[in-house]
């Protein structure tokens, strides 16, 4: 034992200094979000040596722990409303926020041939269910109901409607089936460039408000290195490849000024 | 701020789920626990562990297994569509067969206690003053397994209303549907309308302790074999 104690110390001080080093970032990230997210965590834990420990789900929920105290340094919304909502609520740090992409709203089932280019399926009473996130939380749940009452099926849909926590769940009830189909998002279920499996309609634009994601440093967060680095880290070069690879928009800065 | 009608829609739909709940597990528990009190089958073992299973199985894994099974590309969803029924998820009568399954050993454990604590003496002798078995089970055996009946519904209805992590998985939050109490608190909590998470959780909080409160003067020893 007594010539391993040496050797433990020294192994402990190499262990101790790395820790200070490297910092853990508490983000809670969008539901919609997740795909790209997990790949560019990836690319900033290489990058950075911080680790992202992510949490996801729907962004109404995320904004209601972080006013509870939940420990989350970087919010990445599924809108623009709840980081501004944060900011004047003092939650959130102002000046660090900025639209990292533009969301897509796509009708989805995971039948082939079910839902065509136009979402005229919505006009049929070929399903019993169709699933969305719970617009109270949501943006992709709110957007969904905006396309429904835009379209003028809303009333008819009503009793039919489920709803999922967030746009994962809401994606799941569509995925295994029990749900014909459903208003998900286009990252979702975007395989090289197109819809992977199943049939969608990539929603016509005009029928919702454009779904602005922004990502905010959090006051939890203020004195962190790396969670500044992590929002930073959202519009470099790499990163919007990745979110543009999931079909999300970019927002116009991108286009001129990514930052390397 | 008191209760919006979203609430008390959701208040009489866990009443509906519960009572029918509890009715339908009498009729399926009590040969069940008769059954498990008296059989020398070396089934025994295994179906008591079934019964039992619900206890220590998480939600989200009983969630789970109803969404795959229960949905169109599941046995029990294709046999239920054949039957037209549809697809149970989504549904009041989905949540009422998740109930029942979650539910099931509050049940039967209490009843199976009462009916060992009988024993097969009391039988005998009705059976030598010639009653028929099924005589003896209302005659005799009922009135003294009344405290057990009695701790059955109680536990059965109470464990329904306090049902959620089934309903998040197969439920789809429909409003007088699948929206039960425990899932419209959670709806109120997530949004931050704390003052009707409140009041619904305020209700819950006196409603369970009122029920154990019943429990335990009705019968002394609920836990307990008689």
């Known amino acids: ?260 | 701020m008191m209760l919006n009608d979203e609430d008390l829609g959701a208040i009489l739909l866990t009443l509906k789920l519960a009572s029918l709940v509890t009715a339908i597990l009498l009729l399926v528990g009590t040969p069940i626990a008769w059954w498990l009190a008296h059989s020398g089958s070396r089934w025994k073992g295994i179906v008591g562990a079934l019964v039992a299973l619900p206890l220590v199985l998480p939600p989200a894994v009983l969630g789970f297994y109803l969404l795959v099974l229960m949905g169109p590309h599941g046995a029990v969803g294709q046999i239920t569509k054949a039957l037209g029924l549809g697809t149970l998820p989504f549904t009041f009568g989905g949540l009422v067969v998740a109930s029942v399954i979650y539910s099931l050993p509050f049940v039967v454990q209490p009843l199976q206690n009462a009916f060992e604590a009988i024993g097969t003496r009391p039988l005998e002798v009705a059976a030598t003053l010639r009653a028929s078995p099924l005589d003896t089970f209302f005659t005799v055996v009922m009135p003294l397994a009344r405290p057990g009946f009695l701790t059955a519904s109680i536990l059965g209805f109470a464990h329904t209303i306090g049902e959620f992590g089934v309903v998040l998985m197969v439920g789809g939050n429909i409003p007088d549907k699948t929206r039960v109490i425990s899932m419209q608190i959670f709806n109120h909590v997530e949004t931050g309308e704390y003052a009707q998470a409140h009041w619904l959780s305020a209700g819950m909080l006196v409603f369970s302790f009122a029920v154990l409160l019943l429990l335990y003067t009705l019968t002394p020893n609920p836990w307990r074999k008689r």
């Open chain 1, 1 to 260: 034992m007594k010539t391993f104690l040496p050797l433990l110390c020294a192994i402990s001080v190499v262990l101790m200094t790395k820790v200070s080093v490297a910092e853990d970032v508490q983000v809670a990230v969008a539901a919609n979000f997740t795909k790209p997210m997990e790949k560019i965590a990836a690319d900033f834990e290489k990058a950075t040596g911080n680790k992202v420990v992510a949490s996801f789900g729907a962004t109404g929920k995320f904004v209601e722990q972080i006013k509870n105290g939940a420990p989350f340094q970087v919010l990445i919304s599924a809108d623009q409303k709840s980081p501004i909502k944060l900011e004047k609520e003092e939650l959130a740090v102002v000046g660090t926020r900025y639209t990292y992409a533009i969301g897509k709203l796509v009708l989805w089932s995971a039948t082939p041939g079910f839902v065509d280019d136009k979402g005229a399926v919505l006009k049929t009473s070929d399903f019993q269910h169709i699933s969305i996130a719970d617009p109270k939380v949501a943006p992709y749940g709110k957007a969904a109901m905006k396309v429904m009452t835009k379209m003028g099926v809303i009333d008819a849909l009503t009793p039919k409607i489920v709803q999922g926590d967030s746009i994962a769940q809401a994606k799941a009830f569509v995925g295994s089936g029990n749900a014909e189909l459903g208003f998900v998002a286009l990252s979702q279920v975007i395989k090289d460039g197109k819809i992977g499996e199943g049939s969608g309609w990539i929603v016509s634009p005009d029928l919702y408000s454009p779904l602005y994601q922004d990502v905010v440093l959090l006051k939890t967060g203020e004195n962190s290195e790396a969670a500044r680095a992590l929002v930073e880290y959202l519009r470099t070069e790499p990163a919007q490849a990745i979110i543009k690879s999931y079909g999300y928009e970019l927002p116009k800065w991108a286009t001129t000024d990514a930052k390397e």
